[in-house]
């Protein structure tokens, strides 16, 4: 009887074990997103703006990032807060998303993420969870990089638009020298998106 038991509770634990293993969890680390933003002030500078529209959607990009930088293409736009040595900068980019569904962002984010990851140096992730862009699902992760020698803190926002067949990602990075820290404006700009 003792042995029936145990085996019960064993093949109940696996089966539990194997339910869990389906639940994505989410990576949160105590070093959190703003890992140099505790001895930088906020810029907070997100009046006055303007408004762009990039890719068929209308951003509010404050007056300081200034205009869409030289190197921007017809599928990525750069603006910058900081330059002379220092990374600040905001990249927005289009991508296909032909046959994507709102839904399948969940189960495509990793992929995403492993694209991104091949062309980073350094990436290491704090967290990452599911937000709302422009009424859509999107995906946000927080991370460490390496950009032009730098170790810079990353947000990187994602959502599939499937009226339209394509995606958009928002991608911002600061390094450890630059004057402010950004991260309040940037999450001003992805609430803007419409």
């Known amino acids: 009887m003792k042995k029936k038991l145990i085996a019960l509770i064993m093949v109940f634990c696996m089966a539990f074990s194997l339910v869990a293993c389906g639940k994505k969890e989410v990576e949160i680390s105590t070093k959190g997103p703003y890992n140099f933003g505790t001895s930088k002030t906020a810029k907070n500078a997100f009046s006055p703006n303007k ?57 495509n984010a990793g992929s995403y ?41 990353t947000v990187i926002y994602m959502f599939y638009d499937e009226g339209k067949g394509k995606g958009v990602s928002i991608f911002w990075s600061e390094s450890e020298n630059t004057d402010f820290t950004y991260f309040d404006d940037v999450q001003q700009i992805v609430n803007s998106v419409q």
């Open 51 to 107: 408004q762009e529209t990039l890719f068929g959607y209308t951003f509010t990009i404050p007056e300081y990032m200034g205009d869409k930088a030289g190197n921007s293409t017809s599928d990525t736009i750069y603006y910058y807060a900081e330059q002379n040595g220092k990374v600040a900068m905001l990249m927005v980019q289009e991508f296909s998303a032909t046959g994507m569904k709102e839904e399948d962002i969940e189960k």
């Open 113 to 153: 993420m492993t694209g991104v990851k091949s062309t980073l140096t350094g990436y290491k992730s704090y967290q990452s969870d599911y937000v709302k862009i422009a009424g859509h699902t999107g995906y946000r992760e927080y991370l460490d990089c390496t950009m032009a020698g730098l170790t810079c803190n």
